[in-house]
C-alpha cells in the first residue's frame, strides 16, 4: 500500500545524545522525501528534505539518508539540544503520505 | 510573504450543526492540502486540490466531509452534522505544483474543531 512507517513512536535522549528515526515505504514511485517538525501546539514545519538522486543530505545537526532499494529513509540529529523535543513526521511526496510520527524528548 | 492561514482559529459548536472551515494558501501555490489530526496522534490526509484537476477526495472519511476550492485559492472544507469524533485540529497545507521543486508544504496554524 501507500503507507509509510515511522520507529520508534517514541524516543528519548540524553542532551548532547544522537538521535536516529526511520522511516520506510512501499510505493518506489516516490522520488521526494520530507521530515516535519511539530513543536507542542504548533503547526509543522520542514526541517530538511531529500530527493531521490541523492543519497545523504546535511545542514548543520540534521542530516537524512536515503537507501532507495530498501525504501528507507532515516533522519539524524547530532549534539541534541532540549528545543529539540517535538514530534518528527516523515513523510513522501506524491500526496504527501506521512508516517505516525516520532515523539522526540531530550533529557537535559 | 504571507503565509497559509485559517480561520476560525478555534470553533466550538454542536452536536449536529455544520461548520465551514476556510484556508488561504500561499499566493502563487497550485496544490491545497487538509489534514486532519486528532490530540496526540498523526497527520490524517482529508483531500488534495492541484490547479484545475479534478481534487483527490480519497481521505475525506464520510459524505458529511466536504471541500471546494474556488478560483485556484481559498478553500473551504465543511463539515455537515457534526459529531464528537470530529473533534480535531484541521491543518490545512500549500506548495508549489507536485514535481516543481521546492515541494515543501507550508502549513498553517491549523482550525480547532470542539464538538460538543
Known amino acids: 500500500g501507500e503507507n509509510v512507517e515511522q520507529h520508534p513512536s517514541t524516543l528519548s535522549v540524553q542532551e548532547g545524545d544522537s538521535a536516529v528515526i526511520k522511516c520506510t515505504y512501499s510505493?518506489?514511485?516516490?522520488?521526494?522525501f520530507p521530515w516535519y517538525k511539530q513543536e507542542l501546539g504548533k503547526r509543522p514545519q520542514l526541517i530538511i528534505d531529500?530527493?531521490?538522486?541523492?543519497g545523504e543530505k546535511k545542514d548543520q545537526r540534521i542530516a537524512v539518508t536515503l537507501n532507495k532499494t530498501a525504501k528507507h529513509f532515516s533522519l539524524h540529529i547530532t549534539e541534541t539540544q532540549p528545543e529539540d523535543s517535538a514530534v518528527y513526521f516523515c513523510?513522501?511526496?506524491?500526496?504527501?503520505?506521512f508516517g505516525p510520527g516520532t515523539r522526540l524528548s531530550v533529557l537535559p | 510573504g504571507a503565509g497559509v492561514s485559517q480561520s476560525p482559529s478555534n470553533k466550538v459548536t454542536e452536536k449536529g450543526k455544520d461548520v465551514e472551515l476556510r484556508c488561504d494558501p500561499i499566493?502563487?501555490?497550485?496544490?491545497l492540502y487538509w489534514y486532519r489530526q486528532s490530540l496526540g496522534q498523526g497527520l490524517e490526509f482529508l483531500i488534495y486540490?492541484?490547479?484545475?484537476?479534478?481534487?483527490?477526495k480519497s481521505g475525506l472519511p464520510s459524505d458529511r466531509f466536504s471541500a471546494e476550492r474556488t478560483g485556484g485559492s481559498v478553500s473551504t472544507l465543511t463539515i455537515q452534522r457534526t459529531q464528537q469524533e470530529d473533534s480535531a485540529v484541521y491543518l490545512c497545507?500549500?506548495?508549489?505544483?507536485?514535481?516543481?521543486?521546492?515541494?515543501?508544504?507550508?502549513f498553517g496554524p491549523g482550525t480547532r474543531l470542539l464538538v460538543l
Open positions: 499566493s502563487g501555490h497550485t496544490a
Open positions: 497545507a500549500s506548495s508549489l505544483a507536485p514535481g516543481l521543486a521546492p515541494e515543501t508544504q507550508y
Open positions: 510505493d518506489s514511485a516516490s522520488n521526494y
Open positions: 513523510a513522501r511526496g506524491q500526496n504527501f503520505v
Open positions: 486540490f492541484q490547479g484545475n484537476s479534478a481534487p483527490d
Open positions: 531529500i530527493r531521490s538522486n541523492v
